[in-house]
T-cell receptor, first 116, second 119 residues
């Protein structure tokens, strides 16, 4: 398997524009997570899905952020309108359901978003 | 809510020496998992080692080992025979035992420790 695939790897956009980040999880994984990494706040969970259903979106900063998972192999994170404070690295991760530490999360390479 | 604390923002070690990175956590749960992830400059998050809370034996993966003290809620990472390729950010992470036991599948991360390896 190619692992978790995110696109784009880098995105530079102007304030006020819509930004869409994409993620393809590992085939067969039940869970998909979106994390944001900044210097100030570290790695924080934005939202996660189980079998394409959002389970916990309490980390989504505000209504400008939305995430969807239309099928088991694709998810998007959209920011509209974007603001400079949204600049960060956004990670997608996926994992298998079940008990045990071996259901660890596998991460994509992240999307570095810069809003100018 | 669970929290994870890494008290050392930066650490350095000489090549071939041993270094220990600290991590403490706070939880009221009895069953959970702990992880150390490595993030090199490439940005990729790589799992280094994992520990199940119900196991008393400390996990070991080659040059990496942990000292898990459940009562003290401490989970330190020891890197032996440090190599230049070990230079990275290291993140300690906590995960509940899962939704079937009332927990969450999400990972809670510490702020990270930047490890420098000097030749």
């Amino acid at each position: 398997d190619a692992g978790v695939i995110q696109s784009p790897r880098h995105e530079v956009t102007e304030m006020g524009q819509e930004v869409t980040l994409r993620c393809k999880p590992i085939s067969g994984h039940d869970y998909l997570f979106w994390y944001r990494q900044t210097m100030m706040r570290g790695l924080e969970l934005l939202i996660y899905f189980n079998n394409n259903v959002p389970i916990d979106d309490s980390g989504m900063p505000e209504d400008r952020f939305s995430a969807k998972m239309p099928n088991a192999s694709f998810s998007t994170l959209k920011i509209q309108p974007s603001e400079p404070r949204d600049s960060a690295v956004y990670f997608c991760a996926s994992s298998l359901a079940g008990q045990g530490a071996y259901t660890e999360a596998f991460f994509g390479q992240g999307t570095r978003l810069t809003v100018v | 809510a669970q929290t994870v604390t890494q008290s050392q923002p930066e650490m350095s070690v000489q090549e071939a020496e041993t270094v220990t990175l600290s991590c403490t956590y706070d939880t009221s749960e009895s069953d959970y998992y702990l992880f150390w992830y490595k993030q090199p400059p490439s940005r990729q998050m790589i799992l280094v080692i994992r520990q199940e809370a119900y196991k008393q034996q400390n996990a070991t993966e080659n040059r990496f080992s942990v000292n898990f003290q459940k009562a003290a809620k401490s989970f330190s990472l020891k890197i032996s025979d440090s190599q230049l390729g070990d230079a990275a950010m290291y993140f300690c992470a906590y995960r509940s035992a899962g939704v079937t036991q009332g927990g969450s599948e999400k990972l809670v991360f510490g702020k990270g420790t930047k490890l420098t390896v000097n030749p």
